[in-house]
């Protein structure tokens, strides 16, 4: 079982920059990736980033590449998405998921989940 705890969301306004943070405890595998999503309210689950544990390799998605960098530490079995340049269509309670399945945004993929952090960017 592997359990993600989020942390470091908050209030930032338009233009500035957050960083979240996700805890992975529990058991991995060399085949581990970690994702982020997020969801606004009356907002269906929204696929943000991914990467693989073992050769780091990204994914993005298009609303977010070139702001949002995703980076992990393995020593520390800790995952971060470094959000820039924030606009307010980015408000959200942002999750990050763990799963073996392959590296991806379809939230199928992903079987394990954290609780989420709320991002909130005012105008």
């Known amino acids: 079982q592997v359990q993600l705890v989020e942390s470091g969301g908050g209030l930032v306004q338009a233009g500035g920059s957050l960083r979240l943070s996700c805890a992975t405890s529990g058991r991995t595998f060399s085949s581990y990736v970690m994702g982020w999503f997020r969801q606004a309210p009356g907002k269906e689950r929204e696929f943000v980033a991914a990467i693989s544990w073992s050769d780091g390799t990204t994914y993005y998605a298009r609303s977010v590449k070139g702001r949002f960098t995703i980076s992990r530490d393995n020593a520390k079995n800790t995952g971060y998405l470094q959000m820039n340049s924030l606009k307010p269509e980015d408000t959200a309670n942002y999750y990050c998921?763990?799963?073996?399945?392959?590296?991806?945004?379809?939230?199928?993929?992903?079987?394990?989940w954290g609780q989420g952090t709320q991002v909130t960017v005012s105008t």
């Open positions: 998921a763990g799963g073996v399945a392959g590296l991806g945004g379809n939230p199928r993929l992903y079987d394990y």
